[in-house]
């Protein structure tokens, strides 16, 4: 997942990925914040990035590409 920001004069880009087999990336947007957390498979948040909703320009998902597929 890449998250676009904007920080006054320019725009950062943070990135989230699912590092290990087995993890996911889920994106929640509550209460103003918008948070992108990698959980594992029993569900446990292994980290978490926030960012204030008014500042977040673009949420990208980048899908995986699988092994059967040939480019």
Known sequence: MEIVVDAGDTTRTYEVVAGRA???VETT???GVVEVS???RGGSVVRTARFMAGRVLALVE???PRADETP
């Open 22 to 24: 087995g993890r996911r």
């Open 29 to 31: 947007v509550r209460r």
């Open 38 to 40: 990698e959980v594992t």
């Open 62 to 64: 980048h899908p995986v």
